[in-house]
């Protein structure tokens, strides 16, 4: 995990086509200006998969107008957005990893390194 870097599960919906919609994630400090992560998982992944780029984003910002509107911070258009289609992706379709507890940089390391001469894992 990124010194800083501070993520918020936003379980707001119980309901199952909701459940893995949204993870934020703020990457100000490393990024050296704004930058916001939104992730989603299990079903409601496959279905943004299947949806417009434009309708995602306005979901992910009436979403945070929802959240942070009422406490007076105002919630601004993106300067840009980058949807990515992980499922589609035939190099990860859809897949994700995290450093676990207690991990170290040299966990990174042992990972990059080849084994018989092919790379088989990255980060």
Not at 1 to 22: C, I, V, Y
Not at 83 to 106: E, K
Request: glycine share 10%.
């Amino acid at each position: 995990m990124f010194p800083g870097r501070r993520a918020r599960r936003l379980d707001l919906n119980k309901t199952s086509d909701s459940r893995g919609e949204f993870l934020f994630y703020s990457y100000h400090t490393v990024s050296g200006g704004p930058v916001l992560i939104a992730l989603v998982a299990g079903e409601a992944a496959q279905t943004f998969e299947r949806t417009d780029p434009s309708l995602l984003l306005h979901r992910v910002i009436s979403k945070l107008r929802g959240i942070y509107g009422p406490k007076g911070v105002d919630v601004p258009d993106p300067i840009q957005t980058i949807c990515t289609r992980w499922g589609n992706d035939p190099l990860s379709f859809g897949s994700y990893s995290h450093v676990r507890v207690q991990s170290s940089g040299r966990d990174y390391d042992i990972l990059a390194e080849s084994v018989g001469n092919r790379l088989f894992f990255c980060w």
